[in-house]
């Protein structure tokens, strides 16, 4: 059974910066897609980036979020890390692992496996 779980949310102020975690268990095939997503108060789920097992370019939803966070993985560890600079109020979400077999892009409908989210709070 596919387990992730996500960490390292928080609350920062404006500019600061959060490295959150999301450690997969269950996962089988050499050809995954693990993302983030986030889910503001009122608001539907949005991709915000993700990276495919065995693709080295990872994908990210905008140009508001490229430039500031990054996603990695270490496949040996089984995890993705989303690293958050600069964060911005609107920014202020629950974060979501998520995880489906083949590299897929970021629309949320696409991803089978979720964690139970982190909070993410930047205030200005």
């Known amino acids: 059974q596919v387990q992730l779980v996500e960490s390292g949310g928080g609350s920062v102020q404006a500019g600061g910066s959060l490295r959150l975690s999301c450690a997969a268990s269950?996962?089988?095939?050499?050809?995954?897609?693990m993302g983030w997503f986030r889910q503001a108060p009122g608001k539907e789920r949005e991709g915000v980036a993700r990276?495919?097992?065995?693709?080295?370019?990872?994908?990210y939803a905008d140009s508001s979020v490229e430039g500031r966070f990054t996603i990695s993985q270490d496949r040996a560890k089984s995890t993705v890390y989303l690293q958050m600079n600069n964060l911005k109020p609107e920014d202020t979400a629950t974060y979501y692992c998520?995880?489906?077999?083949?590299?897929?892009?970021?629309?949320?409908?696409?991803?089978?496996?979720w964690g139970q989210g982190t909070q993410v709070t930047v205030s200005s």
């Open positions: 998520a995880a489906r077999p083949y590299c897929v892009g970021l629309t949320t409908s696409s991803y089978s496996y």
């Open positions: 269950g996962f089988t095939g050499e050809t995954y897609s």
């Open positions: 990276v495919c097992a065995g693709f080295p370019r990872p994908l």
